[in-house]
């Protein structure tokens, strides 16, 4: 498929994405094994590879290398696979699917789980603390510095940390949106400006364009997440609207509605695609993904 066309785009994406990670996820028949096997089970084949995208679609409104765009792109995917496999063991969401098959500690044991999670977390970071053509190294401490506050306490696992602790009680809206900031949103947000960041310098009022677009999109994911959540479980369940069943967690549906979430969902995408005007048509494939993340819950 042409990549000039958006769904020609976002498959040739996928296939980089997957071969760069094929290339990077150590060798399965080197010790220790199992541990390897585990990573690259948790890591390849599976996902609609979201973070990368976004990091690529922000690389070229930059001018970005793709090489290097790959690169941090399957930093940010480390990570990610790295929060699902340790979110699906038994102390957290205790879940045995995912992405169509079992979760890591089901397919191998906890104890491999707990070390995939840890090792594909470094791997993301020796993985962008490794030269990048054409990047100074205090870009690319940065860099390094960005991913690190978006997956730690004050971003991922923060916002993770939140979320266990909220089980039960109900949050308000500012409250839900804290958590989700922090928990999905810092990782979506890294993504886009560290593609961005792969390529030619942008002026202050450009980085603070993209990083407004970068944290309505964040939340927006989360809100078309429970959106489609709701859906499908009234679809198939005729569960209660917006609950989620397996710990009763707040959703965007429980607090506001299935419609007015929707509604939610078009603001944050309106506002989001506002940020972009200044960039013009460098901002045409951001643009489009911004369509494919949120406009299916319309
Ligand atoms: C364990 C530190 C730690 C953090 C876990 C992101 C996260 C934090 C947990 C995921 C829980 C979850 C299902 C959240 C809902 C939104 C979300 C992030 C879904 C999964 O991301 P997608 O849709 O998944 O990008 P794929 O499979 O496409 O990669």
């Not at 976002?10 to 096997?37: D, G, I």
């Not at 990368?52 to 792109?73: I, M, Q, T």
């Not at 098959?101 to 603390?129: M, N, R, S, W």
Request: glycine share 8%.
């Amino acid at each position: 498929m042409a990549n000039n066309t958006f769904t020609g785009w976002m498959t040739h994406t996928q296939q980089t994405v997957e071969c760069t990670l094929e290339a990077l996820l150590p060798n399965p028949a080197r010790a220790p094994q199992m541990l390897h096997e585990a990573m690259r089970y948790s890591t390849l084949q599976g996902g609609k590879r979201v973070r990368p995208l976004l990091a690529f679609a922000a690389g070229e409104l930059a001018g970005a290398d793709a090489a290097n765009v790959a690169r941090v792109a399957c930093a940010v995917e480390m990570i990610h696979a790295y929060s699902l496999v340790h979110d699906d063991m038994p102390c957290m969401d205790d879940d045995v699917l995912r992405r169509g098959k079992p979760t890591c500690h089901v397919q191998y044991d906890e104890a491999t789980a707990l070390l995939v999670g840890d090792a594909l977390q470094t791997l993301a970071f020796d993985v962008l603390a490794s030269p990048l053509a054409g990047v100074d190294a205090a870009r690319q401490l940065a860099m390094v510095k960005l991913l690190a506050h978006a997956s730690g306490h004050a971003g991922m696992a923060g916002g993770q940390a939140i979320d266990l602790s909220s089980v039960g009680t109900a949050l308000n809206q500012p409250e839900l949106e804290f958590m989700h900031m922090l928990k999905t949103g810092a990782l979506i947000r890294a993504a886009v400006l560290l593609g961005a960041y792969c390529g030619q310098v942008l002026s202050d009022a450009e980085n603070s364009a993209l990083d407004h677009f970068a944290k309505r999109m964040g939340l927006a994911f989360q809100v078309v997440d429970d959106v489609l959540d709701c859906e499908a479980d009234t679809a198939t369940l005729g569960k209660t609207a917006g609950k989620d069943a397996a710990n009763d967690k707040p959703t965007y549906v429980s607090l506001m509605g299935l419609g007015e979430a929707k509604q939610f969902a078009r603001d944050l995408y309106d506002d989001a695609l506002a940020a972009l005007a200044p960039f013009g048509d460098r901002a045409d494939r951001l643009k489009q993904l911004a369509d494919y993340i949120v406009a299916r819950s319309f």
